[in-house]
């Protein structure tokens, strides 16, 4: 795992984990604002061959406005990505930016308080799909 994201392996086919993150976010109140596929992209304008692997701009409102209310500039940081990649079949990794580590760099002790509770969201979002719990 890299130091900066929250992740899991699932054993599911991608389009399935596609779909359960949506929810799963969904379900921590965050909706997704953007949604870009990396593979077609890379294909339509570089002729490239890639995995399937998607970005979702996740955003839970409530927290998007506190932290904007504390500074404007977080806006630079929004939403929160996720990214589902196929690793192999029936191997999908789901991985999420960790908004602690993110908003260290903006070194407002206010932001990092906001930042905590919504790096607990989105660890949630991660355990809910395996069913764990924290």
Known sequence: MVDYEISIVLNEEYDIAVSKTVNALKEEGFGVLTEIDVKKTLKTKLNVDFERYVILGACNPPFAKR??????EIGLLLPCNIVVQELEERKTKVAAIDPEKMFMIIGNP????V????STKLQRVINSLTGLDI
């Open 115 to 118: 930042a905590k509770e919504v």
């Open 110 to 113: 206010e932001l990092e308080l």
């Open 67 to 72: 932290a904007l209310d504390i500074e404007r």
